[in-house]
């Protein structure tokens, strides 16, 4: 099994910022696409940032400029550092694993955390 754990959501006040960090199970041996996805009340799952194993970085217009994506050297962690929050950026946020191949070699196409709350207040 594959397991992804989001941490560093929490409340903040508009123009604060926050460290978002996803780990990885110790079993992922490699993840061809890491991501945030965000999901705002009475809204749809919305991508935030992703980030290949290459690595090559999109992000929505929405958060570009203020939300960096970034992983670790050994890629068992992502992050996601946001900047200049609004409370448009309020939402639950989810990490998110493509094409995820484990020590084992097991393969998962895509894999979701439990998501972490971000609360950003005017």
């Known amino acids: 099994q594959v397991q992804l754990v989001e941490s560093g959501g929490g409340l903040v006040q508009t123009g604060g910022s926050l460290r978002l960090s996803c780990e990885f199970s110790r079993s992922v041996k490699s993840v061809d696409i890491m991501g945030w996805y965000r999901q705002a009340p009475g809204k749809q799952r919305e991508l935030v940032a992703t980030i290949t194993s290459r690595p090559r970085t999109n992000y929505a217009d929405s958060v570009k400029d203020r939300f960096t994506i970034s992983t670790d050297n050994a890629k068992k962690s992502v992050y996601l550092q946001m900047n200049s929050l609004t409370p448009e950026d309020t939402g639950v946020y989810y990490c998110?694993?493509?094409?995820?191949?484990?020590?084992?070699?097991?393969?998962?196409?895509?894999?979701w955390g439990q998501g972490t709350l971000v609360t950003v207040s005017s």
């Open positions: 998110n694993a493509v094409r995820v191949t484990t020590y084992t070699n097991h393969r998962y196409l895509d894999v």
